[in-house]
């Protein structure tokens, strides 16, 4: 075939964390691998990367990490009951938060590929075509790419890899500045995963869907704030955010004096569909449904998945008479077995409710959420409760719950019926 190099074990088409983390994995299983992407693979990423201090340390990468904080809160009105600081309502978390410093994880992935001396291509990827032996990618600019395995990680509209449409998708919509302040809008060294105080709000802003504010102190009198609202369809629009930061800034007299920088209209799409398990070509990251539905992270899950996998891959590219689907089929098996896709429709249930939830039942459901063990809603929020565990949180949480948050619970509405459903019997 014209314009065409080498057959290549594994092409990764895309160099967003999805790609970069699978592309190092499989390298360090001495296969032969090629990466695709339509960006410049050292381009910045556009978003900031949050984890659990644990989560990094356990991972071993918590050298990649640019802060690091300890104070780490919420404030969610009365306060979780155990946790709750005397001195001003917050709820303690008791947990240290990092975020990444992009760059260097950047670099740490893209070091491991040239170390494992991965190909990197530039351009489109726009036709494929897999037979019994291999797959064939195709450009925008004509070159194709012959691999025995194509792993689709082009973000959330994947290019080839089919999802199935479970309807309406709930997403995440935040407004976000880096900036300084005229004086400081959260305390010092400190993190507040979710402020939900709604005092700034007039009575029919509250009966709106309720956003909450993200926000740490960066260091050097700066500090970044976002507005978010958590998964929602249709989402709350950017305007709205932006407006509902500068009102709660407003309200406690503190004014924007330079920013830094802006997240100006961020869409994160929660509750994706995990794909189609039989098809000939497999996915990592955003493509595959990796994110987390509670709380949209998806970067510690893609570091500690990626090894088991791309091991997973080497083995079966080794049985030389694979075909390209019978690859992909063991590479579904091991990163959606059943398990996982009976926690996901779990997940996506309580994701349902909580989009249904008013401000102050959300803020309710969050109490009684962080009264669980600090053990128990850290492993929730990581995705590392095994299936009976996380039954057994969520039945505490429940019990727990103030009536008005129970009812809510208890309500069936819309797709929730099916997702219990695949809880019990997850589809192949
Ligand atoms: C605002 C925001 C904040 C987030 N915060 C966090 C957080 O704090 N912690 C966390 O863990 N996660 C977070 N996430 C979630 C997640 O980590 C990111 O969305 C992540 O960027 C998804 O990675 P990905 O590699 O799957 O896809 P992307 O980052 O979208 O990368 C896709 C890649 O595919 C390439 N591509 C696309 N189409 C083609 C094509 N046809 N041919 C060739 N290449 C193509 C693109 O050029 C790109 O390189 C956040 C997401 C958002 C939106």
Redesign the pocket.
Same mark, same amino acid.
């Given at each position: 075939m014209a314009n065409t190099d080498t057959p290549m074990d594994v092409l990764v088409? #895309?160099?967003?964390?999805?790609?970069l983390a699978i592309a190092s994995a499989l390298g360090q299983e001495n296969l032969n691998v090629a990466v !695709? /992407? $339509?960006?410049d693979p050292s381009e910045p990423?556009p +978003?900031? +990367?949050?984890?659990w201090g644990e989560e990094v340390d356990e991972l071993g990468f918590e050298n990649l990490l640019n802060h690091r904080w300890s104070k780490t809160v919420s404030y969610l009105g009365e306060g979780a009951k155990e946790n709750i600081s005397p001195k001003n309502n917050a709820t303690l978390h008791n947990r240290d938060y990092g975020l990444f410093d992009k760059k260097k994880l950047q670099e740490h992935w893209i070091n491991k590929c040239n170390q494992a001396s991965v190909q990197w291509y530039r351009?489109? $990827?726009?036709k494929l075509e897999v037979n019994e032996f291999n797959s064939i990618v195709e450009t925008s600019s004509g070159k194709k790419i012959i691999s025995k395995l194509i792993i689709d $990680?082009?973000? +959330?509209d994947p &290019?080839f890899l089919n999802v199935p449409n479970n309807g309406e998708v709930a997403v995440q919509t935040?407004y976000g500045i880096v900036a300084e302040f005229s004086r400081p809008p959260i305390e010092e060294n400190q993190f507040v995963l979710m402020d939900y105080r709604s005092n700034h709000l007039s009575e029919r802003e509250k009966k709106e869907p309720p956003t909450f504010l993200y926000a740490m102190d960066m260091g050097n009198g700066k500090y970044f704030l976002e507005e978010t609202s958590l998964g929602l369809a249709p989402p709350v629009d950017i305007k709205t955010l932006k407006s509902r930061l500068y009102s709660r800034l407003k309200n406690k007299n503190i004014e924007v004096l330079n920013i830094d920088n802006e997240?100006n209209g &961020?869409? !994160?799409p929660m509750n994706l569909p995990i794909p189609d398990l039989n098809q000939p070509i497999l996915g990592f990251? #955003? /493509?595959a449904g990796m =994110?987390h539905p509670a709380s949209? +992270? !998806? =970067?510690?899950g893609l570091l500690r998945r990626a090894p088991s996998l791309a091991k997973e891959i080497a083995l079966a590219i080794k049985e030389k008479s694979n075909s390209p689907s019978e690859i992909a089929k063991r590479g579904w098996e091991n990163l959606w077995p059943k398990e996982l896709r009976r926690k996901q429709a779990l997940y996506q249930f309580g994701l349902e409710k909580l989009m249904r939830f008013k401000e102050v039942q959300l803020r309710e459901f969050f109490i009684s959420f962080f009264s669980l063990s600090n053990e128990q809603w850290y492993r929730f929020l990581t995705n590392t409760l095994t299936t009976n565990e996380l039954v057994n949180a969520m039945w505490t949480m429940f019990k727990k719950a103030p009536l008005k948050v129970k009812w809510g619970l208890m309500e069936m509405k819309g797709r929730e019926i099916n997702l219990l459903w695949n809880f019990i019997k997850p589809n192949v």
């Open positions: 088409i #895309g160099t967003g964390p999805g790609g !695709l /992407s $339509a960006n990423w +978003y900031t +990367y949050g984890i351009g489109k $990827a726009t $990680a082009s973000g +959330y &290019v935040c997240e &961020v869409y !994160l990251g #955003g /493509s =994110v949209g +992270y !998806l =970067v510690g």
